[in-house]
């Protein structure tokens, strides 16, 4: 056998470290029930094709009227919001959040090509993207059918939140709240395993020591630490790919306790729940997983079933997600937070009283 | 109806339980627990791994619910185990600090836990107290076996408790540091504590007022040592002689014997009440010079450990090989 490297010694580690691995038999459950349930979750609820779209239309064109219905028929990605307005309904529509596009047709004058204004609310690009791409491939289709001895209408497209140009935004206000998600989820998963394997958890539990006290005392230094990542990551945001810094994000500030805590406090249930790091890692990965794909991160929140959104519905990075896209890439004001904030509150509530029972179960 | 906690009154029972048990899947548990403790008392509770001592000394400190039993543990009910009490102070088996803080700061949050009065007064104290005054600013990771037992004990006594749990507080310590720690053990009874002590250390258990005998989950005897001593069916002698190995083929397959073993240059044997004399003038007819000797708790301990079965067996083949 070579000096530097001895296979029966790395044979007699495997075969420990297998066994070991084999008589953690929740931890075993975790590895390889997440994944079937993961593929199953993911591949039947996320979809990159978003549905019902809200599209706000507007003209002055009365025959353009007539026509339109028939632009959103036999389509499940787009759904026409409200009734079809003047010029500027649109636009205004938008702006008021009742709309992710508006299509605004003006009526051609004289010999003038038709003009035709886009307007967009990008600060949701994996949303939006798709219902561009389809409204590009609609107007080619039609020009081709319709145009072909006319001028071709003129087509401007404006984006009234986010930047087509800077498609690090798309991804970086989410990404805040993912970062500080992954940490609380993760630190919190680690607090009490350390606390138990330290010894420290037995003697702690002899104490006078009430749940609330405890959790507080324990998760307070970790909190701080999200709050601080949270106001790092909206600066690095900022330097590094300009997304805009807003009065309103001091709000998103204010939220972290809150936002933070709901992870933190989860992780704590599955670290008083787990008996060893595994068992309180995988119900880390069980619950960042689900977080990352079905809040509207990565994909369109509206391309999900109905179960998968009642899912997402219940998670806080959700919320923060879009509080955070609302307010870094709408310039929403820091008040719009609050509606975004009871989902986070409902579910840190409910978290809570789980986790203080989690500490009430003694050693048995 | 168990009598209440008075803390007042010296001869009010710290501890009252009465047929405390508890069950674990795959395992024996503890059953049919009844104990009482008063102050200036120390209890041991001796017996082999698994026989129920920590699983019922866990009980006692408000970590494990009991399935079933009554009881109070200084005026508090042994079914209510939301938190632990203040009265009461349990020092685990396994060490319990916080290795990165220094020994000052470990002792500084224990008497914080306990909302102590004057908490920097107490530390001083405490340090004192155990002599820990120089390792003051040690991390207490870096402490020796023997200093890191010291401040984990005075860290479970900080708030002065009534009743003091310790699980094996002596393991692992070399003998100068075990004789500090049963110091403190009679120190704190003298001083009006009830202390409960987890040992396997028969020798040890001698120093206490009362020991309770455990086996397969349940307290088989309690009492005084000497007085579980007396009461055992067992007789002990000390033999002199020139030729050993011809003196244990003799007595070999002798009934009454339950065990031979060297002690220093004599031999000691431990009989049944029944068998003794009859021994002894086996012993005496190979010449051999027999003198009584006291039998002490680890020679109860020793038959208590075995089934009737497996006495005879075990105790002969010890014999052969002593």
């Given amino acids: ?364 | 109806m168990l009598a209440k906690y008075r803390p007042d009154d010296p001869g009010s029972a710290l501890v009252r339980v009465d047929g405390l048990a508890k069950r674990y899947a795959g395992s024996r548990g503890v059953a049919h627990v009844s104990l009482q403790l008063r102050r200036h008392e120390v209890l041991g509770f001796v017996g082999p791994n698994g026989a129920g001592k920590t699983t019922t000394l866990r009980m006692l400190a408000g970590l494990i619910r009991p399935d079933s039993g009554t009881g109070c543990i200084v005026g508090r009910d042994v079914n209510v185990v939301e938190r632990g009490s203040s009265r009461v102070g349990y020092m685990p088996q396994k060490l319990a600090l916080y290795s990165e803080l220094s020994v000052a700061d470990n002792l500084r949050f224990r008497a914080d836990i306990y909302c102590l009065s004057d908490p920097a007064a107490r530390v001083r104290r405490a340090l004192v107290d155990f002599g820990l005054e120089d390792r003051r600013r040690q991390p207490a990771g870096q402490l020796s076996g023997g200093w890191a037992r010291r401040l984990q004990l005075a860290a479970a006594l900080i708030h002065s408790p009534d009743l003091v749990l310790l699980d094996e507080p002596t393991a692992g310590l070399d003998g100068e540091s075990r004789e500090d720690v049963w110091k403190r053990i009679q120190a704190l009874a003298g001083a009006g504590a009830g202390v409960i002590v987890n040992t396997h250390d028969l020798l040890e258990a001698e120093r206490c007022s009362r020991v309770a005998l455990f086996r397969d989950g349940e307290i088989v005897t309690q009492g005084a040592p000497a007085d579980i001593c007396e009461a055992a069916p067992l007789r002990a002698a000390l033999v002199q002689c020139s030729d050993v190995n011809a003196l244990r083929t003799a007595v070999a397959s002798d009934a009454g014997l339950l065990t031979l073993e060297p002690h220093g240059r004599r031999l000691r044997i431990l009989t049944t009440v029944e068998g003794f004399d009859a021994l002894c003038s086996t012993l005496r007819a190979q010449g051999a010079m027999v003198t009584a000797d006291e039998t002490r708790l680890a020679d109860v301990a020793l038959v208590n450990e075995r089934t009737a079965s497996q006495k005879i067996g075990a105790v002969r083949s010890e014999g052969r090989t002593a």
């Avoid at chain 1, 994996?126 to 001028?151: C, H, I, K, M, S």
């Avoid at chain 1, 690095?236 to 001091?250: A, Q, R, W, Y």
């Avoid at chain 1, 806080?316 to 997600?321: C, R």
Wanted: charged share 15%; glycine share 8%.
């Fill in chain 1, 1 to 364: 056998m070579s000096s530097w490297f001895n296979l029966r010694r790395a044979l007699a580690l495997f075969r420990v470290e297998s066994r070991l691995l084999l008589s953690d038999r929740s931890a075993l459950v975790l590895i390889f029930g997440l994944p079937v349930m993961q593929i199953a979750l993911y591949g039947y609820g996320v979809s990159f094709i978003p549905q019902h779209v809200p599209v706000a239309f507007a003209t002055n064109d009365a025959a353009m009227s007539l026509q339109a219905p028939a632009l959103f028929e036999h389509d499940s990605v787009v759904r026409m919001t409200g009734a079809i307005g003047v010029l500027g309904d649109a636009e205004r529509a938008i702006r008021q959040g009742d709309a992710l596009v508006g299509i605004e047709i003006a009526k051609p004058k004289d010999d003038q090509p038709r003009r035709v204004s886009i307007f967009v609310d990008g600060s949701d690009p994996a949303t939006v993207g798709p219902v561009l791409a389809g409204l590009n491939v609609f107007f080619w289709r039609r020009a081709a059918q319709y145009y072909a001895d006319e001028q071709a209408p003129v087509i401007t497209q404006r984006w009234l939140y986010g930047d087509p140009e800077r498609p690090t935004w798309a991804v970086s206000p989410g990404l805040v709240g993912v970062v500080v998600m992954v940490t609380m989820l993760f630190l919190g998963a680690m607090c009490l395993v350390r606390e138990r394997e330290r010894g420290t958890w037995e003697s702690l539990l002899a104490t006078p020591i009430r749940p609330a006290e405890a959790l507080a005392g324990k998760l307070l230094p970790y909190l701080l630490i999200g709050i601080v990542e949270t106001v790092l990551l909206l600066g690095f945001v900022h330097l590094l790919f300009d997304v805009p810094l807003p009065p309103g994000s001091l709000a998103l500030v204010a939220a972290a306790p809150l936002f933070a805590g709901s992870y933190l406090l989860l992780g704590f249930v599955f670290s008083a729940l787990a008996q060893t790091q595994l068992q309180a890692v995988q119900g880390a990965v069980a619950v960042y997983l689900p977080s990352l794909l079905l809040s509207g991160f990565l994909f369109p929140f509206s391309g999900m079933p109905g179960w998968a959104q009642a899912i997402g519905s219940v998670l806080p990075l959700t919320h923060y997600l879009r509080a955070s896209r609302d307010i870094l890439l709408r310039g929403a004001s820091a008040g719009s937070i609050w509606s975004h904030l009871l989902p986070i509150a409902a579910f840190t509530l409910g978290t809570t009283v789980v986790a203080v029972f989690a500490f009430r179960r003694r050693l048995d």
